[in-house]
């Protein structure tokens, strides 16, 4: 279900950007904005940019789609784990289904997710596209 | 604590219920468990209803006041518990403590859902909500996707095979073929899961549980009362509950259900058992990958080799540990909100041997186990024909 209207400009600069939630304690790092470290309880969460890269952890085609995707076609959605080990919920774009891997690189689009009705406001935020040119630092 | 008894149960058929509302249905299931007890209305102190999501289903909220209403249960307490699918496992749980801590003698527990009346599409997007709405379903995840995210993974570390998962589905229709009340009452074969329609892949329709109607119920009470209303009750052991990351992705290995683990071991340690000693189990099978990961974590194999344990029949009626021979969730069918009850009223049915031609001979033990969302929720209940 997408959120109502004013709800989605709490999240939309994570959701652009791909910021997360760092420990400062511990160094667990997530994706959602947080305010105590579910790794070890601290307070001291800062927020930090996620890296723009990373692998595919695993993947599925979804053909039986959600109310909010029925006009699109079957999409590939993946578990992503970055560069630095945070793994992120995202659909894998700019991909064939079949070429799709678990390990395969790939690197942060910024896209359309949704729209609530044909008029009405369109949400954006992170995919994923399979990583052309590898970079070298 | 006081020991508890399960000393009533009651059950509507599950399935496309176009006839019945949300309402109509509990209060079958509910009328069902008061006369199976050989009880009065009046006897019952309060209700505890395990419930989804009505408010997206039929547009219903606060249905616990409603339920008591129209079962005529008067000023008593009614409680609604939502944990997604496991919200009538939860609600037992709560109505076992409080008939345990001695607040009440004598409730009535169930759950209940009345799926059918939105499309697929959105009843897909109802079921996406027992997820991390901001951080999955935003994105396009859906559950079935979630539980294939979770298959692909335990294929490449374990080896498990397409073949394997559709075996489970085979030996739920089985069973579920041999029980009245079922959604589906017909088999299948591996070749026709396999080559049933790709809901998410490398998950088929006949992989998944369905969209269904239905509701049970059962009357629990204190132990010393038990004996006034049934020759043949059956006593809760011990029970766990634990919980889970909401989203998949911040879980360290998303093939072990570690809310499964956590509960699963509470449990077992407060009956005084060990997994070897469950004779039937109803696990939730809402995807057939789900089941053979619950074997593993829930101790009945080694980790990985769920896959070789549906393969090698263990789980079949007749095996060394049966598990659901009601059918599951996938042949029973699974109304959300009910599905946790349903499964106790199997047990219960299961350990008084009354379950027809899918008992399990001699069953003393009986475990069920509900999970919701991804397992975000887990909760377990061992139960036996003798106290503890
Ligand atoms: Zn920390």
Not at chain 2, 89 to 103: D, R
Not at chain 2, 321 to 334: D, E, F, M
Request: charged share 25%.
């Amino acid at each position: 279900m997408m959120p109502k209207s004013p709800r989605i400009w709490q999240l939309a600069e994570r959701r652009y950007r791909l910021l997360g939630s760092r420990c400062t304690a511990c160094g667990k790092t997530s994706v959602g904005p947080r305010n105590v470290c579910p790794a070890c309880g601290s307070e001291d969460v800062e927020t930090v940019q996620l890296p723009s890269t990373g692998t595919v952890y695993s993947y599925t085609v979804v053909h039986a789609l959600p109310a909010e995707r029925e006009r699109y076609g079957p999409y590939i959605m993946a578990i992503v784990e970055l560069e630095d080990g945070t793994r992120v919920t995202s659909e894998i774009v700019d991909c064939e289904p079949e070429d799709v891997k678990i390990g395969m690189p790939v690197e942060l689009a910024f896209r359309v997710i949704g729209q609530e009705s044909e008029e009405g406001i369109i949400y954006y935020g992170y995919k994923f596209r399979p990583l052309v040119f590898r970079k070298t630092n | 604590m006081r020991d508890v008894a399960v000393i009533g149960v009651g059950m509507t058929k599950f399935g496309e219920r176009w006839d019945k509302q949300l309402r109509d249905l509990f209060v079958e299931a509910g009328n069902e468990a008061l006369k199976d007890a050989n009880m009065g209305r009046d006897e019952v102190q309060a209700l505890f209803v395990g419930n989804f999501s009505a408010g997206s289903f039929v547009g219903q909220e606060h249905v616990a006041p409603l339920l008591s209403d129209y079962l005529s249960l008067k000023s008593k307490p009614a409680f609604r518990v939502e944990s997604a699918c496991a919200s009538s496992a939860m609600a037992f749980n709560l109505a076992c403590m409080a008939v345990a801590s001695g607040t009440y003698d004598i409730v009535m527990v169930g759950g209940v859902e009345k799926m059918t009346d939105v499309s697929a599409p959105e009843a897909t997007s109802v079921y996406a909500k027992a997820m991390d709405a901001e951080w999955e379903s935003f994105f396009g995840l859906t559950l079935p996707a979630a539980f294939a995210l979770i298959a692909r993974r335990h294929f490449v570390q374990y080896g498990t095979k397409p073949e394997q998962l559709a075996m489970v589905s085979v030996k739920n229709h089985r069973n579920g073929s041999k029980n009245p009340l079922a959604q589906f009452q017909f088999e299948v074969t591996v070749e026709r899961v396999l080559s049933s329609p790709i809901v998410s892949d490398p998950l088929h329709v006949l992989d998944c549980s369905p969209v269904t109607d239905g509701a049970a119920a059962v009357i629990l009470c204190s132990a010393e009362l038990a004996r006034k209303y049934t020759d043949t009750p059956v006593y809760v052991l011990g029970f766990g509950v634990a919980s889970d990351s909401m989203a998949l992705h911040d879980r360290p290995d998303i093939t072990t259900l570690g809310a499964v683990v956590k509960a699963s071991r509470q449990a077992y340690r407060m009956a005084g058992i060990e997994p070897k000693d469950v004779d039937v189990a109803e696990l939730h099978d809402s995807f057939t990958i789900a089941e053979i990961i619950l074997y593993e974590d829930l101790g009945f194999c080694e980790k990985g080799k769920g896959g070789m344990m549906i393969q090698e029949g263990e789980t079949e009626i007749g095996g060394r540990i049966p598990v659901n021979p009601s059918g599951g969730l996938k042949a029973r069918g699974h109304p959300v909100g009910a599905s946790g009850a349903a499964q106790i009223v199997e047990i219960v049915k299961q350990l008084r041997g009354e379950a027809g031609r899918r008992q399990v001979p001699g069953a003393e033990i009986g475990m069920t186990q509900s999970m919701g969302g991804t397992a975000s929720t887990c909760a377990v209940h061992i139960f036996g024909r003798r106290k503890r």
